[in-house]
Nanobody
């Protein structure tokens, strides 16, 4: 059972930056696409950014140019660098591990809250 533990959320003013971290309990990046999702109150969970095992990345249109997903294989950790934050970025952010190989489970972290407010 893989555990994903997020950290780095908090309260930040508009225009500010935060870096979220997602630490995996095992080395899984070679067979998993790692993603960051977010869910605001009353809204559906949405994909923010993802990075495949091969290192390809994709982003939601709403965060392109402001957010960057990266990973450190040695630390089994995925990051989401968030710059130029806006109030509409306020949400609970979740880390996800989506298997690229059949027969492996999908995993979610517990979430970390990001609040952008003055």
């Amino acid at each position: 059972q893989v555990q994903l533990v997020e950290s780095g959320g908090g309260l930040v003013q508009p225009g500010g930056s935060l870096r979220l971290s997602c630490a995996a309990s095992e080395s899984i990046f070679s067979i998993y696409t790692m993603g960051w999702y977010r869910q605001a109150p009353g809204k559906q969970r949405e994909l923010v950014a993802a990075i495949t095992s091969g290192g390809s990345t994709n982003y939601a249109d709403s965060v392109k140019g402001r957010f960057t997903i990266s990973r450190d294989n040695a630390k089994n950790t995925v990051y989401l660098q968030m710059n130029s934050l806006k109030p509409e970025d306020t949400a609970a952010y979740y880390c996800n591990a989506d298997p690229e190989v059949w027969g492996h489970a999908d995993y979610w972290g517990q979430g970390t809250q990001v609040t952008v407010s003055s």
